[in-house]
């Protein structure tokens, strides 16, 4: 079956730092990959679409110069906290989409980012 | 607003209960996932159902979608604590260009 990797499973990092979080689609290619965060005990709330080869669509009150999405390829996405804060604390997911015959998504296992 | 209305949030039951979680929309959807979600984890898909008045099956779990595509159900039989997790409804609304809307979750927790 479809493989997401996301790395890594769990940062700690320094206010104001930069944290970068990889998603990795192991054997099919995504031209769609997803961003999600996730707070305790509530659902996925989608931060942004990434699509390869051009620039991210972001979610209504997402700030785009805080959450860097590039996908430079079509197994690779990155999203880069800036200048973390302890508020960006949260539980981060990635999720790919290997096109239209491949219906449901595959997930990576998240990244949950600790800011002190 | 919220696109996708699952329900109930929180469910707390006694092992061999019987137990369904509704998802409905006003929406019309090309295609809804159901996930459960261990702490810590990503969602795991459970099923995806894409034609109006399908149901599926797997083990104790049944899945529904309705005819109009707006809404699904998962009925669990015989729930056992193995089952416990979060819950997650999901669907690709028609024209989204593959973007998932999820519900808000069901936390179900199933006590021995």
Same mark, same amino acid.
């Given at each position: ?30 031209? /769609? ?6 707070? %305790?005990?509530? !659902? ?6 990434? =699509?390869? +080869?051009? $620039? ?21 996405? /990155? ?6 804060? %302890?508020?960006? !604390? ?6 790919? =989409?290997? +096109?239209? $015959? ?15 | ?112």
């Amino acid at each position: 079956g479809a493989v997401v990797s996301q790395h890594p499973s769990r940062v700690i990092c320094k206010s104001g730092t930069s944290v970068k979080i990889e998603c990795r689609s192991l054997d099919f290619q995504a031209t /769609t990959m997803f961003w999600y965060r996730q707070f %305790p005990k509530q !659902s996925l709330m989608l931060m942004a679409t990434s =699509n390869e +080869g051009s $620039k991210a669509t972001y979610e209504q009150g997402v700030e785009k110069d805080k959450f860097l999405i590039n996908h430079a390829s079509l197994t690779l996405s /990155t999203l880069t906290v800036t200048s973390a804060h %302890p508020e960006d !604390s949260s539980f981060y997911i990635c999720s790919a =989409n290997g +096109g239209p $015959k491949m219906y449901g998504y595959t997930f990576g296992s998240g990244t949950r980012l600790t800011v002190v | 607003t919220q696109l996708l209305e699952q329900s109930p949030q929180f469910l707390s039951i006694q092992e061999g209960e019987n137990l369904t979680v509704y998802c409905n929309s006003s929406s019309v959807f090309s295609s809804l996932q159901w996930y459960r979600q261990e702490p810590g984890e990503g969602p795991v898909l459970l099923v995806t159902v894409v034609t109006g008045g399908e149901v599926k099956k797997l083990k104790r779990l049944t899945f529904q979608f309705g005819d109009a595509r707006k809404d699904s159900s998962l009925h669990i039989t015989a729930a056992q604590p193995g089952d416990t997790g979060l819950y997650l409804c999901a669907g690709e609304i028609l024209g989204s260009n593959y973007k998932l809307t999820f519900g808000k979750g069901t936390l179900l927790t199933v006590n021995p």
